[in-house]
């Protein structure tokens, strides 16, 4: 694996952060079109559609603030790591930690986990073929989420 192939795996790792926090959900779709999305106990969705579906349902924006969620997702300390001999599968692992700050929820880290991801690449580049979400601290969703997390996660203190 080059570095320019660890670069562009990284940074789909960050335009999935960017994407969520700008509310573009439809966008998040799009990039995980090829991927299975879930956690250990929730399952796992597939398909455009239905991937920027299930984040307008379960995320809550603010129109009166640009129609984002109001936070940041944090991707912090991605490994990735080659995996198949003709180099077109890679798996990479980091951590996530999301901040918020509304009217109601003063600027506080409100969920924290681990990502695990693969990727497949073709002539176009990388992508994601799948993303697992471990949730493993929750605090105050009430502002951001219209679900329960800790079925995204298998660890919670």
Known sequence: MTVADKLEITELLYRYSELIDAGDFDGVGTLLRRATFGGPESGGASGEQVIAKLFAKSTRRFPEHGNTPRTRHLVLNP?????????????????????????????????????????ARDDAGWYFTERRVDVQMVGDVSDHLNLDPRGYGTSHP
């Open 79 to 119: 490994i990735v790591e080659i995996a198949g001999p003709e180099r077109l599968t890679a798996a990479a692992r980091s951590t996530f930690c999301v901040v918020q700050n509304t009217e109601t929820v003063p600027l506080q880290p409100i969920v924290v986990g681990r990502y695990y991801d693969a990727f």
